[in-house]
């Protein structure tokens, strides 16, 4: 694939605006757009979208950084100043999608909307600045795997190559592995949240459950080939988050069908009590 460009995409009054930021504001603009496509589609009020996303937005931007910073925490301490610099990179997904979710969790619920039924609208919108926001990577010449001798292989800066590596010039482009799964996985969803409120089967926050356990498990296994993980343990600490999402999707898809099974049965053993 092609070489990387030049992190700083053009500079504004001395102001560099690099390439990472561009990607990353391309992402939002995208999955606010699909998600405003698919609420619409699925009922509810696309406008409330363009209320929200600049929130969440917010509390995803904070996320990725504190838990990017907790697990680089020994480099931060002695560079203080460093930790609220993103330009240059240092988001990590994982965080940007707890605090994201938790955030638009609050702001439904102080909205009176309906948390799962967004999720439905909201998620393959997420899929979506994810698949665009990874090229980010891509121009900064991080998030690369192994050496690979793959025709796609991607070229990497001697000062960026891993110390083992050094003499390697080309890895497995692991942010292009996760930028298209993630695109298919958006195109899955939003054919899936269109569905479900016809269906008989699929309920309300299905969509978030598919796509914790599909971006959990991806994710698991790029990780396994990535070459500047950080660390939580004797583990990359994406392995434990990967884990926690795959198990929280599973919950959200057996425990509504589960406990509505249970209310069925009790209901019914109680008729045939004497």
Known sequence: ????????????????????????????????????????????????????????????????????????????????????NIRLGGLSFHGALVAGTLGFAVLCWRSRQPFFRWTDAVIPGVALAQAIGRWGNWANQEAFGTPTNAPWGLWIDPGQRPAAFADVDRFHPTFLYESLFNLTNALA??????????????????????????YGLARFLIERIRTDSLYLGPLPAAYWLSWGLIATGIALLVYPRWSKRLDSALQAASTKAP
């Open 1 to 84: 694939m092609p070489s990387p460009p030049d992190p700083v995409a053009f500079s504004i009054a001395g102001i560099d605006v690099r390439w990472y930021a561009l990607f990353m504001l391309a992402g939002v603009i995208c999955g606010v757009w699909l998600t405003r496509v698919l609420a619409a589609r699925v009922g509810l009020d696309p406008d409330w979208v363009l209320d929200a996303a600049p929130w969440v937005v917010l509390f995803s931007i904070l996320g990725a950084r504190a838990y990017y910073v907790a697990l680089r925490s020994g480099y931060f301490l002695d560079r203080p100043w460093e930790a609220i």
């Open 189 to 214: 969803l939003a054919w899936l949240a269109i569905r479900i409120p016809g269906s008989k089967w699929l309920k309300h926050g299905d969509v978030l459950a598919f796509y914790l356990m599909s």
